[in-house]
């Protein structure tokens, strides 16, 4: 099973308006982290933003903020105010608690929305 | 503060060789993971090191390995280069393992 979906394959926006897009996660773990990465055609994975599963507050970094629905198991990305340089690919992550501390905290992704924004 | 560097950044390769990449860490991180991105497979784990010591591997042939430095500086290594083994490589270093930040990736070509 998927542990994280990311439904829209695309999305468009205009230029200056807020765009949402989806992410649901499938985990047993009490303790979690969530993610968000912004993918530009250069490669480079940008961090977004992150939301803690304990964390009571939605997150927020600037124009990006992370609507944390624990009970439906998802964890939207919401930009406001869309800019031209927002055009990229977009991935959902989670880091689940691991089974040891010698562990790795790694990153399980979802497939990625690509997110066009219009002028 | 200078980010994650990932050297090279553009690789060509033939079929049966062997290619070495390098990742240098946000200074202060001492965890170093690798990522391998292709578009039939997405982003997949291939390895962490902490403190010099592999913590955990993911599914990925013997062919991958990879090592840290003391300096927390890694380097990931593919042996017996396939044309599969195509895909853009990512690296990310975090303080404790927790939150990652990532490099630019080393998009390598199998010919």
């Known amino acids: 099973a998927q542990k994280i979906t990311q439904t829209q394959p695309g999305m468009f926006v205009q230029e200056k308006e807020a765009v949402t897009l989806d992410c649901t996660y499938d985990?047993?773990?009490?303790?979690?982290?969530l993610f968000w990465y912004k993918q530009p055609s250069s490669g480079e994975m940008i961090f977004l933003i992150y939301?803690?599963?304990?964390?009571?507050q939605n997150a927020t970094e600037g124009r990006y903020s992370l609507n944390f629905q624990k009970a439906r198991k998802s964890a939207n990305l919401v930009i406001s105010a869309s800019q031209l340089g927002d055009s990229a690919m977009y991935f959902c992550?989670?880091?689940?608690?691991?089974?040891?501390?010698?562990?790795?905290?790694?990153?399980?992704f979802g497939s990625g929305t690509q997110l066009t924004v219009l002028p | 503060k200078a980010g994650v560097t990932q050297t090279p950044r553009y690789l060509i390769k033939t079929r049966g060789q062997q290619v070495t990449l390098s990742c240098s860490p946000i200074?202060?991180?001492?965890?170093v993971s690798w990522y391998q991105q292709t578009p039939g497979q997405g982003l997949q784990f291939l390895f962490e090191?902490?403190?010099?010591?592999?913590?955990n591997k993911g599914n990925f042939p013997g062919r991958f390995s990879g090592r840290q430095f003391s300096n927390s500086r890694s380097e990931m290594n593919v042996s017996t280069l396939e044309l599969g083994d195509s895909a853009l490589y990512l690296c990310?270093?975090?303080?404790?393992?927790?939150?990652?930040?990532f490099g630019s990736g080393t998009q390598l070509s199998v010919l």
């Open positions: 990310a270093s975090s303080r404790t393992g927790e939150k990652l930040f």
């Open positions: 985990t047993s773990d009490q303790s979690y982290g």
């Open positions: 992550a989670m880091r689940e608690t691991p089974l040891s501390s010698g562990s790795a905290r790694q990153l399980t």
């Open positions: 090191y902490f403190s010099e010591t592999q913590r």
């Open positions: 200074s202060g991180h001492r965890s």
């Open positions: 939301q803690g599963s304990y964390d009571e």
